[in-house]
C-alpha cells in the first residue's frame, strides 16, 4: 500500500472515529440519564429480571449472526449476493431461535423461580428477529466506515424509547417499562437503519457463500457464543442461588461500571477492525495504527474509571439515591476491571484480520477455563466473591490476549507494556497528589463529586502532556511510529 493511500485511509479514519465518536458519546449520555431516572421510578428487583432475560437475548443475538458480518468485512470485494444470502440465512435462524424461546418462557420462570418471567420474556425477545433484519446494513456501514450516517439516529432511537420506558414507569407499568423500552429501540433502530441505507434484499437466496465463510466465521461464532455466555454466566449464578434484589444491585453496578468501556470499545474497536484489515499487507502501517489505538485507550480508560472508584459512595448516593448504595461495592470491583474491557476486542481485531479465527477459539476456551476457575475459588465468599473473580479475569485475560496479537505483527508484549507505561505512571502520581490533597482537606459528598474529578483530571493532564509530551505526541498524533 503506498504512502498516499495509507495516508487517505489515515484521514478517513479519523473522520470515521470521529462520527462514531459523536454517535456512541450521544448514546451514552442518554443511556446514563435514562438508567438514571429509571432507578429511581423502579426497585432493583426490575432490574434484576431485566438483566437475567438480557443474557438470554444477548447469546441468542450472537448466534443469530454466526459470525457471518465479521466474515463479510474481512472479505475484501463482498458481492451482493454474499449481502442477501447471509441476511436470510440470519433472518431464519432468529425467527427458529424466538419460536424455541417463546415455548421456553415457562421453564426460564421455573429456573428461575420468577413467574414474571414468563410473559415480559415472550415480548422481550422479539429483539432477536428485529435485530437480524439490520446486521447486513450495519455490517455495510461499519465496513465502509459511514458512521456519519446512523450516529444522530442513533441517538433519537435511545431517547424517544428512553423517554417512553420513563412515561411508562411514572404510571405504574413496572418492569414493563424496561421490556417496551428495549422493544422499541430495537423497532425505531430497524426503520432508522433501513432508511438511511440503501441495500435491501431480494427474495433470493444461494448457500454457497455461507459455505464460503463457514470455516471462518464458526470459529468466530464458538469464541463470541463462549465469551457472551461465560461473561453473563456471574448473572445467571446471581440469579439461580441469589434474590432479583441483589441481582438488581449487581446488575446496574456491572451496568454502570461497564459504560465507559463499551463506550470507548464501540467507538475504537468497532472502527479498528475494517481499518486495519486492508493494512494487513502492510505490517508497519499496521503496527502504528494498532500501537496508537491501544495507547489512546489506556490514555481514556485509566483516569476515568480511577476517578469513579474514589467517588463512587458518594456519586451513587446522590445520583441513584441511597437504595441503591449496596451497589456500590460491587461497583468500585467492577471498576478495576473496567479499565482493561476496551483493549481485549482491539487485541482480538488483529487476530480476526489476519484470519486466525481458530486460534481466536482456542483462547476463548484457555479463558473460559480460567474463569469457571476463579469462579470455584471465589464462590465460598457470597456475592462479593464473585465480582472479585469478574474483576480478576479481565486482568488476568489481558496479558494473554495482548501476547497474541503482538505475536502475530511482531510486537512484543514487553514492548506494548512498556508504550503503556507512561500512563500508569502519570496515574499513579496523579492519584497519589489527589489523595493525599484529600486527606489535608477532607473532600465530602458534593465537593468530593466536583473537587476530586476536576484535581485528578488537572495533575494527569499535565502530567501526559507536558511531563510525557515527546512520548505523547508521538504515540498518537505522529503518523510514524518506530518499532
Known amino acids: 500500500m503506498s504512502t498516499q493511500i495509507f495516508k487517505l485511509k489515515y484521514s478517513y479514519m479519523k473522520d470515521s472515529l470521529v462520527w462514531s465518536f459523536i454517535e456512541k458519546v450521544g448514546q451514552f449520555l442518554t443511556n446514563i440519564t435514562i438508567a438514571i431516572v429509571l432507578s429511581w421510578l423502579l426497585p432493583p428487583e426490575d432490574f434484576g429480571r431485566i438483566a437475567i432475560l438480557s443474557v438470554l437475548t444477548i447469546v441468542c443475538t450472537t448466534i443469530v449472526d454466526s459470525g457471518l458480518s465479521q466474515a463479510l468485512i474481512r472479505k475484501i470485494n463482498s458481492t451482493n449476493e454474499d449481502y442477501n444470502s447471509v441476511f436470510?440465512?440470519?433472518?431464519?435462524?432468529?425467527?427458529?431461535?424466538?419460536?424455541?424461546?417463546?415455548?421456553?418462557?415457562?421453564?426460564?420462570?421455573?429456573?428461575?423461580?420468577?413467574?414474571k418471567l414468563i410473559t415480559t420474556s415472550r415480548i422481550l425477545f422479539i429483539a432477536v428477529p428485529l435485530g437480524a433484519l439490520t446486521i447486513i446494513q450495519q455490517t455495510i456501514i461499519i465496513k465502509n466506515l459511514q458512521f456519519r450516517k446512523i450516529a444522530i439516529l442513533t441517538i433519537i432511537a435511545t431517547f424517544v424509547s428512553g423517554i417512553i420506558g420513563i412515561f411508562l414507569a411514572l404510571n405504574s407499568y413496572g418492569v414493563w417499562s424496561l421490556v417496551w423500552q428495549i422493544i422499541i429501540n430495537s423497532f425505531l433502530n430497524v426503520i432508522f437503519i433501513w432508511f438511511v441505507s440503501s441495500w435491501?434484499?431480494?427474495?433470493?437466496?444461494?448457500?454457497?457463500?455461507?459455505?464460503?465463510?463457514?470455516?471462518?466465521?464458526?470459529?468466530?461464532?464458538?469464541?463470541?457464543?463462549?465469551?457472551?455466555?461465560?461473561?453473563?454466566?456471574?448473572?445467571?449464578?446471581?440469579?439461580?442461588?441469589?434474590?432479583?434484589?441483589?441481582?438488581?444491585?449487581?446488575?446496574?453496578?456491572?451496568?454502570?461500571?461497564?459504560?465507559?468501556?463499551?463506550?470507548?470499545?464501540?467507538?475504537?474497536?468497532?472502527?479498528?477492525y475494517p481499518s486495519l484489515a486492508p493494512l494487513k499487507d502492510n505490517r508497519k502501517s499496521y503496527v502504528t495504527s494498532y500501537k496508537k489505538l491501544q495507547v489512546l485507550v489506556f490514555v481514556l480508560m485509566t483516569p476515568i474509571m480511577i476517578i469513579l472508584i474514589f467517588i463512587s459512595d458518594e456519586l451513587i448516593n446522590l445520583v441513584l439515591g441511597t437504595q441503591w448504595l449496596p451497589s456500590s461495592d460491587y461497583f468500585k470491583v467492577l471498576c478495576i476491571a473496567t479499565i482493561t474491557f476496551p483493549i481485549h476486542p482491539l487485541a482480538m481485531s488483529t487476530l480476526k484480520v489476519f484470519g486466525?479465527?481458530?486460534?481466536?477459539?482456542?483462547?476463548?476456551?484457555l479463558k473460559k477455563t480460567l474463569i469457571i476457575a476463579l469462579i470455584a475459588s471465589f464462590f465460598s465468599f457470597g456475592l462479593k466473591g464473585l465480582v472479585i473473580a469478574q474483576s480478576l479475569f479481565f486482568i488476568l485475560a489481558l496479558p494473554i490476549n495482548?501476547?497474541?496479537?503482538?505475536?502475530?505483527?511482531?510486537?512484543?508484549?514487553?514492548?506494548?507494556?512498556?508504550?503503556?507505561?507512561?500512563?500508569?505512571v502519570s496515574n499513579l502520581i496523579a492519584i497519589s497528589f489527589v489523595l493525599f490533597t484529600n486527606y489535608i482537606i477532607a473532600f465530602e459528598g458534593l465537593t468530593k463529586i466536583i473537587l476530586f474529578p476536576l484535581l485528578y483530571a488537572l495533575i494527569y493532564g499535565i502530567i501526559i502532556l507536558k511531563l510525557s509530551e515527546k512520548w505523547f505526541k508521538r504515540m498518537i498524533f505522529s503518523k510514524k511510529i518506530d518499532l
Open 88 to 115: 436470510w440465512f440470519n433472518l431464519v435462524i432468529s425467527l427458529v431461535l424466538y419460536v424455541i424461546l417463546y415455548f421456553s418462557a415457562p421453564f426460564i420462570g421455573y429456573v428461575f423461580n420468577d413467574a
Open 356 to 365: 486466525l479465527s481458530k486460534l481466536i477459539f482456542k483462547l476463548e476456551l
Open 200 to 272: 435491501r434484499p431480494i427474495f433470493k437466496f444461494n448457500f454457497n457463500p455461507i459455505k464460503e465463510f463457514i470455516s471462518f466465521s464458526s470459529y468466530i461464532l464458538f469464541s463470541n457464543l463462549l465469551n457472551n455466555i461465560f461473561n453473563n454466566l456471574y448473572t445467571i449464578i446471581i440469579a439461580r442461588f441469589y434474590s432479583s434484589t441483589k441481582l438488581g444491585f449487581y446488575s446496574q453496578a456491572n451496568r454502570f461500571a461497564s459504560q465507559p468501556g463499551i463506550l470507548v470499545d464501540a467507538i475504537f474497536s468497532r472502527m479498528a
Open 402 to 424: 495482548m501476547y497474541f496479537s503482538g505475536r502475530e505483527i511482531g510486537y512484543k508484549l514487553v514492548k506494548q507494556f512498556k508504550d503503556i507505561l507512561p500512563v500508569l
